[in-house]
């Protein structure tokens, strides 16, 4: 029996939300990761204690989650793989300018990252590797949505208190050669 045009439509959807948010974090992860020492540069001047680990981390959390969820594989981990990016970079960089992305503000990561709970409480649709698996409704729908959320913002917290001790406001000491390098790795 096949799918109703209906169905057909959402699996679209789901596959479209996978893409373009999958997509990202892939981009976002393989800019992190191109120049792991401009990029971990960046990382301390952002108040990030041990930057290095910290630019390896974001390359590979960043792409990982990002083709985890643009195969649909592991979806509710790696939407709070992603929940927790987003909380990271929210505090750390985007939260002290705002909420317009224009102004380097947190509009761009909280719409990510809600976008991101919302494809975990959709779940990956029809056309996934946890469809593949039958994994795919074994967690669905709030409960989801919470564990994308309630795991992403621990982890983003934990990473946080153990990693970050200074907002921005505080940095100090960066060479325009370095805050150059950092913009060239990109924030999140």
């Known amino acids: 029996m096949g799918t109703r045009p209906r169905d ?17 974090m892939i981009a976002h992860g393989v800019r992190h990761g ?5 990029t971990a540069r960046w990382f301390g001047s952002i108040g990030f204690d041990r930057p290095r680990l910290q630019a390896q981390a974001s390359a590979a959390v960043e792409t990982g989650a990002g083709a985890a969820l643009l195969l649909g594989a592991g ?7 992603v ?7 929210a505090r750390s ?7 317009f992305v224009n102004a380097e ?15 975990a409480a959709l779940g990956p649709g029809r056309w996934s590797v ?3 698996l039958g994994v795919d409704g074994r967690l669905t729908g709030a409960r989801a949505a919470a564990v994308a959320a309630g795991l992403g913002l621990a982890g983003a917290a934990a990473q946080l208190a153990l990693f970050w001790h200074r907002p921005p406001a505080e940095v100090t000491g960066a060479t325009d050669d370095e805050t150059k390098a950092g913009d060239d790795a990109g924030a999140t």
């Open 34 to 38: 191109r120049t792991i020492e401009g």
């Open 83 to 89: 929940v927790g990016t987003m909380g990271v970079a």
């Open 8 to 24: 057909r439509g959402k699996d679209v959807a789901r596959l479209l939300l996978r893409a373009a948010i999958g997509g990202t």
């Open 93 to 99: 960089v985007h939260q002290p300018n705002g909420f």
């Open 105 to 119: 503000g947190y509009e761009y990561v909280l719409n990510l990252a809600l976008a991101t709970v919302a494809l």
């Open 130 to 132: 946890d469809r593949v």
């Open 75 to 81: 979806t509710p981990l790696a939407a709070a793989a």
